[in-house]
């Protein structure tokens, strides 16, 4: 599945992903996103664990934003929509938006992240690997503020 813009990704808030209130906890967000992108990478064709494990590289998270619009709940059914923003010979950016079951946006953020080897410094990301992009954000564009757009 190469030519997909984005990836929905259905989850539903657990009881442990709760705060006092009964509403789904800020940092899980970020957990989610983990999660949203893993599977994004999975749609489109490979894995983060075979990119390591084939190439040495890495894509150590650098920066991370999420901006909430309204809360989720216990129980309630919600997707991550993801989808690349930008891509660089070294670097990448993923954005994405929560819905909550009624489409309506409850939360919008990004994870831009650095290509690397074992030894931690930076490097081109493998050419074999590209193509899995190819139809995504332009590698010459630039990403400005908190792209989150989706």
């Not at 690397?116 to 081109?124: A, H, I, L, Q, S």
Request: hydrophobic share 30%; aromatic share 16%; glycine share 6%.
């Amino acid at each position: 599945m190469h030519s997909c813009e984005h990836v929905d990704v259905p989850l539903c808030v657990r009881y442990a992903e709760t705060d006092q209130m009964g509403r789904a906890y800020y940092a899980n967000y970020f957990v989610w996103f983990e999660v949203a992108r893993t599977t994004y990478c999975k749609a489109r064709g490979f894995s983060y664990a075979e990119l390591e494990r084939r190439t040495g590289t890495f894509l150590p998270v650098v920066e991370t934003v999420c901006r909430y619009h309204r809360s989720l709940s216990y129980d309630d059914e919600f997707i991550v929509r993801t989808r690349v923003t930008e891509f660089r010979s070294r670097a990448m950016t993923f954005a994405y938006q929560v819905l909550d079951g009624e489409g309506r946006l409850v939360a919008t953020g990004f994870t831009r992240h650095l290509f690397t080897g074992e030894d931690g410094r930076p490097k081109v990301f493998p050419p074999e690997y590209r193509s899995y992009f190819a139809s995504e954000a332009d590698p010459q564009s630039r990403s400005e503020g908190d792209s989150t757009e989706v």
